[in-house]
């Protein structure tokens, strides 16, 4: 592909802002505002959006251009389906983590309270999967770390359906705070049962609020055909 190195770096960037919320479900990405953003020829960006598209990130519609994609119920599972095989895998073999990555994991859980404690929701959530990402590490392996970059990004997506963020990140901190203390505490297999339930609940949690979004639009598209 043209260009590869640039267009990775565009990715990455991309990528992260859709991790921390800055791109949301929808928002139009234009190659040409977005070549003289990066200081990147529109090849470059169209090469990105192009893995981006490929990494579920991006949807594209002819003569439209790309936009960030809004989730379904069915990607949602998927995901999810993902999340319980690698990172409670990864705490199952937390017997083997350094003291590093042991810290790296209490420091990601320090910093999703104190955005807590600063209110400040949208870092709470980036912080939370920046927990995550820090469990997944206990796997000790690089490509499990790449593949869990684009899942991260995708897990925001899935966040921009539920209305009360407040609400709905609130409930996530102490639970990761007890699994964070639990895998610190070589209590494996109780990390990874709160685990499992932690992913059940969220995933519960999020198709619910898909469900209750579509049919808001479906309620809002009848009453309007009405008028």
């Known amino acids: 592909m043209r260009n590869l190195p640039a267009a990775e770096a565009v990715v990455m960037s991309l990528r992260q802002h859709i991790t921390e919320g800055v791109l949301t479900p929808g928002t139009r990405l234009v190659d040409a505002a977005m070549a003289e953003e990066y200081g990147v020829s529109r090849n470059t960006v169209r090469d990105a959006l192009r893995l981006l598209q490929y990494e579920g990130l991006l949807s594209s519609v002819r003569n439209a251009g790309y936009s960030v994609r809004t989730l379904s119920a069915a990607d949602v599972r998927d995901i999810y389906a993902a999340r319980r095989v690698i990172e409670v895998g990864a705490v199952q073999r937390s017997a083997s983590a350094t003291d590093e990555q042991l810290e790296r994991i209490a420091d990601a859980v320090s910093l999703t309270e104190r955005y807590l404690r600063d209110g400040d929701w949208s ?34 997506l899935a966040f921009a359906v539920i209305p009360d963020e407040r609400t709905f990140q609130l409930q996530w901190v102490s639970r990761d705070r007890t699994i964070c203390d639990l895998i610190l505490a070589g209590a494996r297999q109780q990390a990874a049962e709160a685990l499992d339930v932690y992913l059940s609940d969220s995933e519960t949690q999020i198709i619910d609020g898909l469900r209750a979004a579509g049919f808001t639009r479906e309620q809002t598209d009848r009453d309007e055909r009405s008028a």
Do not use: D, I, M, Y
């Not at 709470?124 to 899942?151: I, K, W």
């Open 123 to 156: 870092k709470v959530g980036t912080a939370s999967l920046g927990f995550h990402r820090t469990v997944v590490e206990l796997a000790a392996s690089p490509r499990l770390n790449r593949f869990f970059a684009t899942v991260a990004a995708q897990l925001r």
